[in-house]
C-alpha cells in the first residue's frame, strides 16, 4: 500500500501552514491587501511560464523531501506554473508518486523563486464534519444503538489490532450503556495486513456474517476483540484462517443462518468490500486503528474513555440533544492515546 510515512505525513502537514523555503528565510503570502508592488529592476511581477526545471526544479525537489521525509520509493513531477489568487506568487502543483498510488498537492512558488509556501484553503461555507460524513458509505453497515440517533460513531476497526480492542471493549458496553438509543455506532474494515496477517481475512468473514444478520456480525466481533491471542497463538496462517472460519460458521449456527451460504461465502473469501473501506478510509484521513469519526470529528487510537464522552456531547449538543449525566470519576485514568499503524 501506499508509503505509510508518506501518508501520515502528508496528512498532518495539510491542516495547517507550512513553509518550505527555497535558497532563502520562510514567508507566508500576505493575508491582507498587499503593498504595491515594487517597481524596477527588482520587481517580480510576470509569472514564468513553463515547468521548473534546472537547479530551481532539484531545490524544490530537495526540499520537500527534505521537509515531509519523504521515503526514496516516491517520485516528485512538478507541474506547470500559472497564476494564483495570490499576489507575487505563481501556483505549482506537485504529484507525490509512489508504486500503490499518486497524489496532487497545491503549493506557492515565489515569483523570486526564492520561497515554496504550502497552504491549506479552507471553505467557510461548507460544515467540515459534514463533509467528511458524506464521504463514508454507511449503507448495509451492522449497526448498535438506535438508527434514528442524531450522532454517528464510526469505526474504522482491525479484528488483530490490539488497540482496536481496547477501543472497542471501552464503547461495547460502557459507552453504548451510558448513552443509550442517543447515539448509533458502525464499524467499517481498516485491516492493516502489513502487520495483521489475519485481519483482512477476519474481516471478510465478519461481512460474510453481516450479510445475513448484524448480531452475528456484532457477537463475532465481541469475540475476536475480547480473544485475538487465540487465534494466533500456536498456529501458522492457515490454521488462524481455519479457525476465523470455524467461529464464523459457530455464529452462523447460533444465529441460525444459512449455513451453505455463509460457508459459500467464507470460501470465496472476496475481499473488494474490505478493500473498499480501506481506500474510503485513506480519503477521510485514517493513516491508523482505531480511528473514530464522531459526527465527522475525528478521534484518533485508544483515546481515553473521558475523550470518547468529550467528543459524543460535544455532538449532541451540537445535534440539540441533551448528553447523559455526567459519570461521577472513579479516580482511575485511561492509558494514553495508542493506535496501530503501518
Same mark, same amino acid.
Given at each position: 500500500?501506499?508509503? =505509510?510515512?508518506?501518508?501520515?505525513?502528508?496528512?498532518? %502537514?495539510?491542516?495547517?501552514? !507550512?513553509? $518550505?523555503?527555497?535558497?532563502?528565510?520562510?514567508?507566508?503570502?500576505?493575508?491582507?491587501?498587499?503593498h504595491p508592488a515594487p517597481t524596477g529592476p527588482s520587481a517580480t511581477t510576470a509569472p514564468a511560464p513553463g515547468v521548473p526545471s534546472g537547479d530551481l526544479a532539484e531545490a524544490i525537489d530537495r526540499q520537500v523531501r527534505a521537509h515531509y521525509s519523504l521515503t526514496p520509493d516516491v517520485?516528485?513531477?512538478?507541474?506547470?506554473?500559472?497564476?494564483?489568487?495570490?499576489?507575487?506568487? @505563481?501556483?505549482?502543483? &506537485?504529484?507525490?508518486?509512489?508504486?500503490?498510488?499518486?497524489?496532487?498537492?497545491?503549493?506557492? !512558488?515565489?515569483?523570486?523563486?526564492?520561497?515554496? &509556501?504550502?497552504?491549506?484553503?479552507?471553505?467557510?461555507?461548507?460544515?467540515?464534519?459534514?463533509? &467528511?460524513?458524506?464521504?463514508?458509505?454507511?449503507?448495509?453497515?451492522?449497526?448498535?444503538?438506535?438508527?434514528?440517533?442524531?450522532?454517528?460513531?464510526?469505526?474504522?476497526?482491525?479484528f488483530q489490532c490490539p488497540f482496536c480492542s481496547r477501543m472497542h471493549s471501552t464503547l461495547f458496553p460502557e459507552i453504548l450503556k451510558e448513552y443509550g438509543d442517543r447515539v448509533v455506532f458502525i464499524y467499517k474494515d481498516y485491516p492493516l495486513d502489513d502487520i495483521h496477517p489475519w485481519?483482512?481475512? *477476519? %474481516?471478510?468473514?465478519?461481512?460474510?456474517? *453481516? *450479510?445475513?444478520?448484524? @448480531?452475528?456480525? =456484532?457477537?463475532?466481533?465481541?469475540? !475476536?476483540?475480547?480473544?485475538?491471542?487465540? &487465534?494466533?497463538?500456536?498456529?501458522?496462517?492457515?490454521?488462524?484462517?481455519?479457525?476465523?472460519?470455524?467461529? %464464523?460458521?459457530?455464529?452462523?449456527?447460533?444465529?441460525?443462518?444459512?449455513?451453505?451460504?455463509?460457508?459459500?461465502?467464507?470460501?470465496?473469501?472476496?475481499?473488494? %468490500?474490505?478493500?473498499?473501506?480501506?481506500?474510503?478510509?485513506?480519503? $477521510?484521513?485514517?493513516?491508523?486503528?482505531?480511528?473514530?469519526?464522531?459526527?465527522?470529528?475525528?478521534? @484518533?487510537?485508544?483515546?481515553?474513555?473521558?475523550?470518547?464522552?468529550?467528543?459524543? @456531547?460535544?455532538?449532541?449538543?451540537?445535534?440539540?440533544?441533551?448528553?447523559?449525566?455526567?459519570?461521577?470519576?472513579?479516580?482511575?485514568?485511561?492509558?494514553?492515546?495508542?493506535?496501530?499503524?503501518?
Amino acid at each position: 500500500m501506499f508509503g =505509510w510515512s508518506l501518508f501520515m505525513m502528508i496528512y498532518r %502537514a495539510c491542516v495547517v501552514l !507550512l513553509l $518550505v523555503c527555497v535558497g532563502c528565510s520562510g514567508q507566508t503570502p500576505p493575508a491582507q491587501a498587499p503593498h504595491p508592488a515594487p517597481t524596477g529592476p527588482s520587481a517580480t511581477t510576470a509569472p514564468a511560464p513553463g515547468v521548473p526545471s534546472g537547479d530551481l526544479a532539484e531545490a524544490i525537489d530537495r526540499q520537500v523531501r527534505a521537509h515531509y521525509s519523504l521515503t526514496p520509493d516516491v517520485t516528485l513531477v512538478l507541474g506547470s506554473l500559472h497564476p494564483s489568487d495570490f499576489p507575487g506568487y @505563481d501556483a505549482l502543483s &506537485i504529484t507525490f508518486s509512489s508504486p500503490d498510488k499518486k497524489q496532487d498537492y497545491d503549493f506557492l !512558488l515565489s515569483r523570486d523563486r526564492k520561497t515554496l &509556501i504550502r497552504i491549506t484553503k479552507m471553505d467557510l461555507t461548507k460544515d467540515p464534519y459534514i463533509e &467528511i460524513m458524506k464521504k463514508i458509505d454507511l449503507s448495509g453497515r451492522p449497526t448498535r444503538g438506535s438508527k434514528d440517533a442524531k450522532v454517528t460513531v464510526v469505526n474504522y476497526d482491525d479484528f488483530q489490532c490490539p488497540f482496536c480492542s481496547r477501543m472497542h471493549s471501552t464503547l461495547f458496553p460502557e459507552i453504548l450503556k451510558e448513552y443509550g438509543d442517543r447515539v448509533v455506532f458502525i464499524y467499517k474494515d481498516y485491516p492493516l495486513d502489513d502487520i495483521h496477517p489475519w485481519a483482512v481475512h *477476519a %474481516a471478510v468473514d465478519a461481512n460474510c456474517l *453481516a *450479510a445475513q444478520s448484524g @448480531d452475528a456480525y =456484532w457477537d463475532y466481533a465481541d469475540y !475476536l476483540h475480547a480473544n485475538q491471542h487465540t &487465534i494466533s497463538n500456536g498456529r501458522d496462517r492457515d490454521g488462524q484462517f481455519a479457525e476465523l472460519d470455524r467461529l %464464523a460458521m459457530r455464529q452462523g449456527q447460533i444465529h441460525k443462518l444459512d449455513e451453505a451460504k455463509l460457508q459459500t461465502c467464507l470460501k470465496a473469501q472476496d475481499e473488494k %468490500a474490505v478493500r473498499a473501506s480501506m481506500s474510503e478510509g485513506e480519503d $477521510v484521513g485514517v493513516s491508523a486503528t482505531p480511528t473514530i469519526f464522531v459526527n465527522g470529528q475525528k478521534l @484518533d487510537g485508544a483515546v481515553p474513555v473521558t475523550e470518547v464522552r468529550a467528543a459524543l @456531547d460535544r455532538a449532541l449538543k451540537d445535534a440539540g440533544v441533551g448528553p447523559p449525566a455526567p459519570k461521577p470519576a472513579t479516580g482511575t485514568s485511561n492509558p494514553p492515546a495508542t493506535s496501530s499503524s503501518k
